[in-house]
């Protein structure tokens, strides 16, 4: 019986050669292709979304493991590859799909060790990002979240000695300065919050310009980065989360076998596949300046829906003017980004 035909589902190849030079490292601000447009949209649908689900998990249903539900939604995103891995819908490579090995490995042991820089960034940037959704209300989480952008620009000048234009900083130094005055008379503040949003502010942009360097030079696609993170992380994850007395404690949960909680759940589980698959395609397709800019014009919507649903944060006009100033300097840029300026 002949195997079926496959149907690759659309993947991010990263640019293969390359010249080298001082010019290759300033900032030209190439045009956004269709393409990157769709990742761009994509990535947003999914991440305003995921951050309601969670935020309704740990406030709204009061579950106290962040750590559990990043361990669900891995586990979940591993499950969903390799079945679409097995069933010849996605491939793992750049070219041709990889075949499974003897060992049954989808990915040999010397790209999975390339790889590994690449997982652990992303351990760390799934667990700081889930417990600073906790700490701080959707509308101060998303303004401070707005900040990452200058934590990508500084990882990405250490690594790749990547350099930008007036209009980028520009668009950069508005949003950083919306960022502090909506912050400045926030009637909620939490230091211990705000200290894990920098924390998960930080993490993240050395995760997306890992993203950038290590996953162009893999070999893999936007799926097979995935499959290495599940597979190097979920272990780790779940040692930690059973001698932390996670798991005991979610076993214990009151509402575990509630039907409202677990189908929030398996949304959530649901969405971080699809935005983890949705950052690396807009990563390597755009820049990871550009998913950082992406996620501050999401907060539009996760501010509207964040104060409506959840509330948190009472009204305060120099808080809606700082606020404002954020969505205008990422509107900027990505104006600029549009044009290729």
Same mark, same amino acid.
């Given at each position: 019986?002949g195997?079926?035909k496959?149907?690759?589902?659309p993947?991010?190849d990263? =640019? ?11 900032f ?13 949209l994509?990535?947003?649908? +999914?991440?305003v ?5 969670? #935020? ?6 009061n579950?106290? +493991?962040a750590n559990?539900?990043t ?9 969903i590859?390799?079945a679409? #891995?097995?069933?010849? %819908?996605i ?5 041709? =799909? ?7 490995s989808?990915v ?5 060790l390339?790889? /590994?820089?690449?997982?652990i ?11 600073s959704?906790?700490?701080? &209300?959707?509308?101060? @989480?998303?303004?401070?979240?707005r ?6 620009? %500084?990882v990405? @000048? ?12 520009g ?5 950083? /300065?919306?960022?502090?005055?909506a ?8 230091a211990?919050? @705000? ?9 993240t942009a ?7 360097? %290590?996953g162009?030079?893999?070999? $893999?696609n936007?799926f097979?980065?995935?499959? +290495?993170? *599940?597979?190097?992380? *979920? =272990?780790i ?6 001698f ?11 509402h575990?076998y509630?039907?409202?909680f677990?189908?929030?759940m ?9 935005? &983890? @698959?949705? %950052?690396?395609? &807009? ?12 996620? &501050? $014009? ?15 944060? =009472? ?7 700082g ?5 205008v ?9 549009? #044009?290729?300026?």
């Amino acid at each position: 019986m002949g195997s079926p035909k496959s149907v690759l589902l659309p993947v991010s190849d990263p =640019p293969r050669g390359g010249g080298g030079g001082d010019d290759a490292l300033l900032f030209k601000g190439s045009a956004m292709t269709r393409r990157g447009a769709y990742a761009a949209l994509s990535y947003m649908s +999914c991440a305003v979304l995921l951050v309601m689900f969670n #935020k309704a998990a740990l406030s709204s249903y009061n579950f106290p +493991c962040a750590n559990v539900i990043t361990l669900f939604q891995m586990v979940c995103s591993t499950c969903i590859l390799y079945a679409m #891995k097995r069933w010849k %819908i996605i491939s793992f490579t750049v070219g041709e =799909p990889w075949t499974v090995s003897d060992s049954g490995s989808f990915v040999p042991l010397g790209t999975l060790l390339h790889t /590994l820089p690449l997982s652990i960034a992303y351990l760390l940037y799934m667990l700081a990002s889930m417990e600073s959704v906790r700490g701080v &209300n959707v509308p101060m @989480y998303t303004t401070l979240r707005r900040t990452t952008v200058v934590f990508t620009m %500084i990882v990405e @000048y250490l690594l790749i000695r990547q350099k930008y234009t007036r209009h980028v900083v520009g668009s950069v130094a508005l949003i950083v /300065l919306g960022a502090f005055v909506a912050g400045a008379r926030d009637l909620s503040f939490d230091a211990y919050g @705000y200290a894990i949003v920098l924390i998960a502010n930080l993490t993240t942009a050395v995760y997306l310009a890992t993203i950038a360097r %290590i996953g162009k030079s893999s070999g $893999l696609n936007s799926f097979g980065l995935m499959w +290495c993170n *599940g597979v190097v992380c *979920g =272990p780790i994850l779940l040692f930690w989360t059973y001698f932390h007395g996670d798991l005991e404690l979610t076993m214990n949960f009151p509402h575990l076998y509630s039907a409202g909680f677990q189908v929030v759940m398996l949304l959530s589980c649901i969405l971080a596949f699809f935005l &983890n @698959y949705s %950052i690396f395609l &807009n990563t390597t397709l755009n820049s990871a300046l550009t998913q950082t800019m992406c996620g &501050n $014009l999401k907060d539009l919507f996760t501010v509207g829906l964040g104060w409506v649903i959840f509330g948190g944060l =009472p009204f305060d006009l120099l808080n809606v003017i700082g606020q404002g100033l954020g969505f205008v300097g990422s509107g900027f840029y990505a104006y600029c980004k549009l #044009k290729g300026k």
